[in-house]
């Protein structure tokens, strides 16, 4: 085959490119790693005497709790859905991803005024028993075993999507072969189908931990300590950046620790897609009890996760929409919407710049660089905003000189005052999301099919279109609608580098909730749970066709 | 295509600068709520549009650090006089002058040489259960370490600045190992672990969880006028016992204004501080936001006129700045969450 000649060859064009691509959306990465150079001895023993421990501890305890948690909701849910054939099956498929739109600040503070103490439901309680504080034993939601459980209700969907593609990928001849050897079902879920959907498995588990480690809404809401709300209070009480952005490098470095684990579990297993159609395995009717068993658990996280929250939104909101709908909310939902749209937009493109580098040049150097930069998912977004905004902000000073004493001319904050450096961020921050969906979808992509094709005669930009584009358009497709929703939810990048005059739905139901007022926030958090369930919908209808795109490469 | 070329498009749109008469630049980290129907009047009286971004006040700071002398910011609004403090320390702000704004405010409202003023005055007093507790069981802060009040007391977090005000302003009153005591006496009273925010420790000696909560006085003003009953009903249940009435005063904070230092549009900016300190705006602070104004002689809401009138600290504000650092270790040392 003929190559286009590069300047550099082909291979210096990927290089150079990912490493241009990884050192800009790596700089604000860099500059928390930077700080470990600058030891801040005083400040690290005081937290090392007080603090640090419940840091470390709470943190590891909650994104642990969440994986094991969505681990079972995903897993079953993703099987029963897969596996069986029951009464509202074809609803549940799509109902049980909704908690996606949800963020997980908003549902901890729905439970919170339903479940606190001085909440209607205990109030309730003590109305109609005539208890006093202490007369009885109620679960206190602002704890760290109810943000575990507020955090994996809305992240068990990473799991669930992942293993769901698993499960019904899984061609029926397998069952049949195990079967055919005195394999019984029970033996064949745990030795067969769950090892075949490991890597899946615990590719969204991983996803939802990196997403534990790094909230902060609902830790600082529930008056937790852990990485996220110690980086603040060393911040900003204690007045000292650097040790902040030290804690924010050893939070990251547990997160490096997580992707190693995860890489090294599906080191050696790696999985192509036959290019001839499968059958896919037959779907088992759920009679007696189990009919009735199975909707109701498969309905249960939807509920819990979802349909309550939004009721309880939906309640505030009634009472408060009348002075909350205006043109400026109109401006607000279109400013969401848009700024979600490039962001995502962006993100998949770099992705899929880096999954094809990856791919074209399986070489140390790139699969390193790729590796930095999907740590940004780990860190906290008000890090990387701090970070984006002293690189982006020293890149302008720089600029402004140049123009200055070159033109007489002063161009002002281009970069760091503009919508740039949100996108800058999210690309950073989400890229690891669009990055996993897009090398699944590469990685169903055999090396073997293009070698084929190239046999065959075709050129690389036909089998870009022929067989990749094709197979490739769930997972693309699944990527942009990701990192669309994850956008959409973001709070605290979005807070710290807006431009003037610039507000999201997700700032506004912030300003509100802070201000403890709950009700008026209600409005927008609805808003941005329809707005996210958009992209959920459209995706549920992608998820379930994977037989009709093999068909079309046949 | 279509779609990106119009993205494109409305990216260039919002990023080029409008092209306005006279406009002044602010990050407040006062909410949106809370500020911009005060802005769209200055804009009516005065013509000069007014861009905001509000946003924590640690962040305001550093992106007006970071963003040197091209900064567009003109002013800086903050909702506490330790982050007014550190944005002068950290030199990125100027005297106010030309206004007559300073000269009409106490001594104690405003920076020594004019950086920043104070444009609010926000309470902390103690809130206490109206059935439960029985008047003059406690009138100062220090009552609150007593072993009768074990397992009584609600309080936020300590990340929070409002108790890191406190605590600081307790430093520089009674000194360093005073506080530390009361520090530690009160942590061990406390009802619960410290969690949610201001209504939340006021719903908590509402609904019976404890006897006495502290908490900022606009909060409870808020409640009070809810329009969802139940919120109403709760705050009934509580009433304010001003701590100190008889030495030092009940402790305040104040919500201020900084000049930037690199104000592109000072003239403008100086205006929109005066308009902040006329006599409409500190009637609008008392009336809609139940803060009280820094002027006197402005009347309070009903609501704030019925928590009744109080002695104030008279500590220098700035100091509160300066000891913040020394308060959050106090409180980390006495594992107040």
Redesign the interface.
């Known amino acids: 085959m003929r190559q286009i000649n590069w300047p550099f060859g082909p291979f210096n064009f990927w290089l150079i490119g990912i490493t241009l691509g990884c050192f800009v959306l790596a700089a604000p990465i860099g500059l928390v790693f930077v700080s470990v150079f600058f030891p801040q001895t005083e400040i690290w023993q005081?937290l090392y005497t007080?603090?640090l421990a419940d840091y470390i501890v709470n943190s590891i305890v909650l994104a642990f709790g969440v994986g094991l948690i969505v681990i079972v909701i995903g897993t079953v849910l993703a099987w029963c859905i897969a596996r069986y054939e029951f009464t509202g099956r074809k609803q549940l498929q799509w109902l049980v991803l909704l908690p996606m739109a949800m963020p997980a600040y908003i549902i901890a503070y729905t439970y919170?005024g339903l479940l606190?103490?001085?909440g209607?439901i205990?109030?309730l309680l003590?109305e109609t028993f005539d208890w006093?504080?202490g007369d009885y034993y109620f679960p206190?939601i602002?704890s760290l075993p109810g943000a575990i459980v507020m955090l994996s209700l809305v992240l068990y969907p990473y799991v669930y999507m992942l293993a769901r593609t698993a499960f019904s990928e899984q061609p029926a001849s397998l069952e049949d072969v195990s079967r055919s050897l005195g394999v019984s079902s029970r033996k064949y879920l745990f030795k067969v189908v769950l090892p075949l959907a490991r890597p899946a498995i615990l590719m969204g588990a991983a996803l939802a931990m990196m997403e534990a480690f790094a909230d902060y809404g609902t830790v600082?809401?529930?008056?937790?300590?852990t990485f996220t709300?110690g980086i603040?209070?060393t911040?900003?009480?204690?007045?000292?950046?650097l040790a902040a952005a030290q804690l924010a490098a050893l939070l990251t470095s547990f997160v490096m620790l997580l992707l190693i684990l995860e890489f090294l579990s599906r080191r050696k297993i790696r999985y192509y897609f036959q290019g001839q159609k499968t059958q896919q395995a037959k779907r088992i009717k759920l009679t007696g009890s189990k009919a009735f068993w199975v909707p109701f658990i498969c309905l249960l996280p939807v509920c819990l996760g979802f349909i309550f929250p939004v009721l309880q939104l939906f309640i505030w909101a009634s009472?408060?929409y009348s002075q909350q709908f205006s043109a400026e909310f109109g401006l607000l939902l279109w400013n969401s919407f848009?700024l979600a749209?490039?962001a995502a937009?962006v993100a998949v493109v770099l992705a899929l710049f880096f999954a094809y580098g990856k791919r074209l040049h399986p070489i140390k150097s790139i699969r390193m660089l790729v590796g930095v930069v999907n740590l940004g998912y780990a860190i906290p977004g008000?890090v990387l905003?701090?970070g984006a905004?002293?690189s982006l902000?020293?890149l302008?000073?720089r600029l402004?000189g140049l123009t200055e004493s070159w033109f007489d001319l002063?161009l002002?904050?281009?970069f760091?005052?503009?919508?740039?450096a949100l996108i800058l961020v999210y690309s950073s921050r989400f890229l690891a999301v669009a990055m996993h969906n897009v090398d699944t979808g590469l990685a169903r992509v055999k090396p073997s099919m293009d070698d084929a094709a190239r046999s065959l005669g075709y050129k690389p930009f036909q089998i870009l279109r022929k067989i990749h584009l094709p197979l490739m358009k769930t997972s693309v497709l699944s990527a942009l609608l990701l990192v669309f929703v994850d956008v959409l939810k973001e709070l605290p990048a979005t807070?710290?580098l807006?431009?003037?005059?610039?507000?999201t739905l997700a700032?506004?139901t912030f300003?509100?909730a802070?201000?403890?007022?709950l009700?008026d926030a209600a409005l927008p958090a609805l808003a941005i749970v329809c707005v996210g369930i958009l992209p959920v919908v459209l995706l549920t209808l992608l998820i379930d066709k994977p037989s009709e795109i093999t068909s079309q490469i046949k | 295509m279509k779609k990106?070329i119009s993205?494109i498009f409305?990216?260039v749109t919002?990023?080029s600068?409008a092209v306005v008469a006279e406009q002044v630049?602010l990050y407040s980290a006062r909410?949106?709520?809370?500020i911009k129907p005060l802005l769209d009047s200055f804009t009516q009286q005065t013509g000069i549009s007014v861009?905001?971004?509000?946003?924590?006040a640690?962040?305001l700071i550093?992106?007006l650090k970071?963003?040197?002398?091209?900064?567009?910011a003109d002013l800086l609004l903050t909702t506490d006089v330790g982050r007014l403090y550190?944005a002068k320390q950290q030199g990125l702000t100027q005297e106010i002058s030309e206004t007559e704004a300073i000269s009409k405010l106490p001594n104690n409202y405003h920076d020594e040489q004019g950086h920043w003023l104070g444009l609010s005055l926000r309470a902390r007093p103690l809130m206490v259960s109206v059935d439960r507790v029985a008047a003059q069981s406690i009138t100062k802060m220090e009552d609150l370490t007593k072993p009768e009040w074990k397992g009584r007391i609600c309080i936020?977090?300590?990340?929070n600045?409002y108790n890191?005000s406190m605590v600081a302003s307790l430093i520089a009153q009674l000194g360093e190992s005073a506080t530390e005591e009361w520090v530690n006496g009160l942590v061990k009273n406390f009802a619960?672990?410290?969690?949610?925010?201001?209504?939340?420790q006021i719903?908590?000696v509402?609904?019976?969880?404890c006897d006495v909560a502290i908490a900022n006085t606009y909060?409870l003003a808020?409640m009070l006028s809810s329009?969802?009953e139940?919120t109403k009903q709760?705050a009934k249940k509580v009433k304010v016992v001003w701590p100190n009435q008889e030495d030092r005063g009940a402790h305040i904070n104040i919500s201020g204004v900084a000049l930037a230092k690199n104000a592109p549009n000072k003239a403008a900016a100086l205006k929109l501080i005066d308009f902040l300190l006329s006599e409409e705006s500190q009637l609008w602070y008392a009336k809609t936001n139940h803060e009280y104004p820094v002027l006197a002689g402005i009347p309070y809401s009903d609501i704030l006129q019925s928590f009744g009138v109080f002695e104030t600290e008279q500590v220098p504000l700035s100091q509160l700045g300066e000891l913040?650092?020394a308060a959050?270790?106090m409180m980390?040392?006495a594992?107040w969450?």
């Open positions: 005081h007080t603090v919170t606190d103490f001085a209607p205990q109030t003590r006093q504080y206190d602002r600082q809401y529930f008056g937790l300590s709300t603040f209070r911040w900003f009480g204690l007045g000292n950046g009472k408060t848009y749209a490039i937009f008000t905003a701090i905004m002293i902000s020293w302008d000073i402004n002063s002002g904050l281009v760091s005052g503009s919508l740039f807070l710290i807006r431009p003037f005059n610039f507000n700032v506004k300003e509100l802070s201000d403890e007022r009700m | 990106i993205c409305v990216i919002l990023l600068p630049n909410k949106e709520a809370l861009n905001l971004v509000t946003g924590k640690d962040n550093t992106r970071s963003e040197g002398k091209y900064s567009p550190r936020r977090s300590s990340n600045i890191q619960r672990p410290p969690q949610g925010g201001d209504r939340d719903k908590g509402a609904s019976g969880l909060y808020g329009k969802d139940t709760q913040n650092s959050v270790q980390d040392r594992g969450k």
